[in-house]
């Protein structure tokens, strides 16, 4: 379904303007007849649309009433050990998008990056505007942590450490309720140490599927896995 | 775990060549010690392997005997309507990663480009480098159909057609055995029609998660999904 932007959302008719225009109709090819979702990213609410007809300059369209957008509804923490280039962006984003409520970037021994705790301000950006193109009304927190064991110290029901020496994910993933908490590791993995840290803090170390993810398939998979059980 | 691509792959000590070394030391940080992983990309064959010293000029390792790398075991389709820029990369690696053993690029009503039939080759190539880094011993078959109905026309026991309208994935996931066939739309979504015909050849349609997926999440998330029951 095509979402698209639109302030002041209100039901009842109106003109799209020159931009939102060009999206549905080039972009997207919708024609007279189609639905789309429209959503107001400041209010946090949508509302189904409907592309009625073109007239002389524009496309009209119907909008239904408005709803609150939903919020996520389960306590869901991603610990990730600090990723090389834009690759936390896309992190940022899958999370969001797949119903993560913190994300914590932390600093592990096989990182090659240390982003200034600055970053945060950036991430949360990234996090805000794929939380409202996903229809979420809520945003993950994101913090930055400098020590493994600080930033598995969260409080979770369920906790999972992401790793190729562990138990299949469904066995732990098919009994957990409540809130929990993953930790994956950087590029290069977790060291040895790092895992037996994680055992010790009551993580459970799991694996997916049967071959090596890349650290930035992780989040998408891990919590489409999770979403299963939603 | 780090992989480290090694050509003539075979038991015993040996020395990093200096790019190899770069890799292990500089960028992963892999001391005296520590262990990583071996592949032969021509020859799908992986092995341990261990850090052991620093010489003068370069880093020592011992490798342990060959084995080979895992093929993907379950017949796994997955189809996707061409999204636009270099997504269909992205779709690629993660989907190979993932286990898929067929990917078909569809033309469908909301696409907005249009990939020539040459574009399979540089998937494939792309499929083959992501299923060496993953330790997979087989590579995804790639195709453009340019009929959506073509493209449905795939053997398998299970077929799911992705759109927000569906009942939610674990439904289907969860008796599912055997072959299984995934169909996703673009940016844009499926057209209603599209997914009426996808009903037709004995797709179910199904969802994933509470939010929107950007079409481009769909494949890390519903495999990872998958990955859950193999």
Redesign the interface.
């Known amino acids: ?3 698209l932007p639109m302030d002041d959302l209100a039901a009842g008719e109106r003109q799209l303007d020159a931009e939102q225009a060009r999206y549905v109709v080039r ?4 024609r007279a007849g ?1 639905t789309f979702v429209a959503f107001d990213p400041k209010r946090a609410l949508e509302a189904d649309g409907e592309v009625l007809s073109r007239d002389r300059v524009s496309w009209r369209v119907r909008i239904g009433p408005p709803r609150a957008a ?1 919020a ?2 389960r306590s869901v923490t991603w610990i990730h050990g600090c990723p090389k280039g834009d690759k936390a962006d896309a992190i940022v ?2 999370a969001t ?3 993560a409520t913190r994300i914590i970037f932390v600093h592990t ?2 990182i ?1 990056a240390k982003p200034p705790a600055s970053r945060v301000e950036r991430w949360a950006r990234v996090a805000r505007e794929a939380a409202r ?4 009304a809520d945003a993950p927190a994101i913090a930055i942590e400098t020590k493994w064991a600080s930033a598995l110290a969260v409080d979770a029901e369920t906790r999972v450490c992401l790793d ?1 020496r562990g138990v ?3 066995d732990v ?1 098919s009994r957990a309720h409540g809130s929990i908490a993953f930790a994956a590791g950087p ?3 977790l ?1 040895e140490a790092e895992v037996d840290v994680a055992e010790k803090l009551g993580f459970v170390t799991c694996k ?7 650290t930035e ?1 992780a989040p ?6 999770l ?4």
Request: aromatic share 4%; charged share 20%; with cysteine.
């Open positions: 379904m095509i979402r972009v997207h090819r919708l189609d939903a996520a509804t984003r899958d998008e797949l119903g021994a096989r090659v193109q996903c229809g979420r190729p299949p994910l469904r993933l590029e290069g993995g060291t997916l599927g049967a071959f090596v993810m890349r398939t998408a998979a891990v919590l489409g896995a979403a299963l059980f939603s």
